[in-house]
């Protein structure tokens, strides 16, 4: 099963970027879409970017226009590139692997521990 590292999460004012980034291990990278998830205190963790093998990106309505995603099959990654935060992005964030158009309920792979964002000023 594939595993996942999560990495560049900290604190950024309103306003400010962040570029999120995902290492997977094994060998099947390129046979899923990938997804960057996150968690808010309280809240249930959500899909926010998904990225298909052929590179179609679907996003939640809350980050479409600020939020980018993109993959490198070659390097096993995905990272997610954050414009214009705003404090209601402050959340755990997480990817995972699985299929398009299951991605906001089952995502395939096991957690990790994900990068904790803050925005704050």
């Known amino acids: 099963q594939e595993q996942f590292v999560e990495s560049g999460g900290g604190l950024v004012q309103p306003g400010g970027s962040l570029t999120l980034s995902c290492a997977a291990s094994?060998?099947?990278?390129?046979?899923?879409?990938m997804g960057w998830y996150r968690q808010a205190p309280g809240k249930q963790r959500e899909l926010v970017a998904a990225?298909?093998?052929?590179?179609?990106?679907k996003y939640a309505d809350s980050v479409k226009g600020r939020f980018t995603i993109s993959r490198d099959n070659g390097k096993n990654t995905v990272n997610l590139q954050m414009n214009s935060v705003k404090p209601d992005d402050t959340a755990v964030y997480y990817c995972?692997?699985?299929?398009?158009?299951?991605?906001?309920?089952?995502?395939?792979?096991?957690w990790g521990q994900g990068t904790q964002v803050t925005v704050s000023s």
């Open positions: 995972n692997s699985g299929y398009w158009t299951t991605m906001e309920q089952s995502p395939r792979g096991a």
């Open positions: 094994g060998r099947i990278f390129m046979l899923y879409t």
């Open positions: 990225i298909s093998i052929g590179g179609n990106t």
